[in-house]
């Protein structure tokens, strides 16, 4: 999360699951969201990538 930060308030809000950024630099739709609720377990986490993010 400090390398994100480092790169500016251009990155927020963020929204982590576990310890991972799954989306940087807008809110997340509801179907995002809705997805994201999966990655929790500490295996997926490892796997997850970035999820779709709804536009401002």
């Known amino acids: 999360m400090k390398e994100a930060l480092a790169?500016?308030?251009e990155?927020?809000?963020l929204v982590l699951v576990g310890d991972r950024?799954?989306?940087e630099g807008a809110y997340?739709?509801?179907e995002a969201l809705a997805a994201l609720r999966f990655l929790h377990s500490p295996s997926s986490c490892?796997?997850?990538k970035q999820v779709g993010a709804a536009s401002s």
């Open 28 to 30: 997340p739709s509801r």
């Open 21 to 23: 950024i799954a989306v």
């Open 7 to 9: 790169r500016g308030t």
């Open 11 to 13: 990155v927020l809000p």
């Open 46 to 48: 490892r796997r997850s």
